[in-house]
């Protein structure tokens, strides 16, 4: 079990990411890889390969900026409404296993924080359905900061922003490039996901420690 790794009495802060870590990341697949590519294809008279290839090809294997996460880059770029598509999904906004669960038993013991990369109006979206800042002491998008996650400028603006203590802080996130820049500001402990969508084959040889049901995590004792 990956709580006997976790002394909770060091961790004053826990700060999460929302989807694929809190949030099943099957929604911003099933939008972002199969419906945005679809109706931007038909649009252009081109197929949702050659679409997604046009829309994202040139991202592969560059960082990530502000622009990839904007909901308002990608309405420029495709000419689509995406807020309304964030809606027209939205049967498939929920929580990841024992998610809930764990902000629940958090209340009161630690201080709580949302850290995401999405753009607040996607934010608004699953607040929405989910009900997330209502289980949580703050939300805060990278869009709030100018910064993304990937970052070093992200994490020294939301330190000074925050006040907490990186080094008495739990940070848990599936993206690891995001978590290497928590780890180079000295964000004392890191867990990531194995399996951020449930449609989606868990991932293996993942360099930090990793769990997928948040029960796992939970001091039962």
């Known amino acids: 079990m990956i709580d006997s790794i976790i002394d909770w009495a060091q ?11 809190l949030l099943d990341l099957h929604y911003d697949n099933c939008l972002w890889n199969e419906l945005v590519p679809t109706l931007y ?4 008279g081109i197929t949702p390969n050659e679409a997604r290839q046009r829309l994202y ?6 960082a990530r900026d ?7 880059f990608w309405t420029r770029r495709t000419g689509l409404d995406i807020m309304a598509l964030h809606h027209e999904l939205a049967h498939l906004i929920g929580y990841r296993p024992g998610a809930a669960a764990f902000l629940d038993w958090l209340r009161g013991g630690v201080r709580t924080l949302l850290v995401t990369n999405a753009h607040r109006g996607s ?3 699953k607040d929405r359905y989910a009900g997330l800042s209502q289980r ?3 939300t805060l998008s990278s869009h709030d900061l100018g910064a993304a996650k990937e970052s070093q400028a992200f994490w020294g603006r939301l330190t000074d922003a925050e006040r907490f203590d990186p080094a008495r802080s739990l940070f848990i996130d599936d993206n690891e490039t995001v978590l290497d820049a928590a780890s180079a500001h000295g964000i004392g402990h ?7 969508d449930s449609e989606l084959p868990p991932r293996a040889n993942l360099r930090y420690p990793a769990f997928n049901d948040f029960n796992e995590i939970i001091d039962h004792g």
Do not use: E, N, R, S
């Open 123 to 125: 934010l608004a979206v």
């Open 57 to 62: 090809g040139h991202l592969q294997g560059k």
């Open 41 to 44: 294809g038909k649009a252009q």
């Open 190 to 196: 890191l867990l990531t996901i194995t399996q951020p």
């Open 11 to 21: 961790i004053d802060t826990v700060m999460l990411d929302m989807d694929g870590c």
């Open 136 to 138: 949580l002491d703050g």
């Open 66 to 72: 502000l622009d990839f996460y904007c909901i308002d």
